[in-house]
């Protein structure tokens, strides 16, 4: 499989790197598009002076590609490229707002464009709370186009005890997006008894 990865700047480098760990470990070549603002984040969040993609798979790995934000000459510019789904995570604003109205003066936002055109899934993972009536707006224009939008909003039905497992929570979910098996613990199941979460 191929997923064209980007991550904006957004809060939210944890879900970019948890997904992108999941994708390695499945196999998946992943082609990533990280926004000035989006290295930033990485630099913010997780400590990056640059973008590592080995650190961002978790493992060095010849599976991640990275490509420059500002080559709208690429191949993922391309409908000509084929490949399985685009998820956006962490998805900014600004980026929703460029995606919703077509734009494409970049490379995350002609990819989506152009995975949009060619009826391919594409994921954008929202982290705004709470949302502008603008964003309200975008979000309509794009469920309409046939995005699926998938905010960061973990479920705590698992109980969860640390920042990882709610982590993992929304990174699973958008695994199963875009059709990429793993093994982290998503899977709602009744039978199952688990601890309750520790009340402060």
Known sequence: MDIVTAITGASGALYAQRFIHGLVRAGVNVHLVVSPLGRRLLHDELGMETVDPAALAGTPSHTVTLYNYND????????????????????????????????????????????????RRLVLVHREMPLSPIDVNNYK???????????????????????????DFV?????????????????????VKRPPMAVI
């Open 141 to 167: 224009a794009l469920s309409d186009a046939g995005v699926v939008l998938a905010s960061a909003n973990p479920g705590f039905y698992l109980n969860p005890t640390t920042v990882l497992e709610v982590v």
């Open 72 to 119: 709208v000459g690429s191949k993922l510019a391309s409908g000509s490229f084929l490949h399985d789904g685009m998820v956006v995570v962490p998805c900014s604003s600004n980026t929703l707002a460029e995606v919703a109205h077509g734009l494409g003066d970049n490379l995350i936002s002609r990819a989506a464009a152009v995975t949009l055109k060619e009826r």
């Open 171 to 191: 990174a699973g979910k958008l695994l199963d997006l875009v059709g990429v098996r793993h093994d982290l613990d998503t899977r709602w199941d009744p039978k």
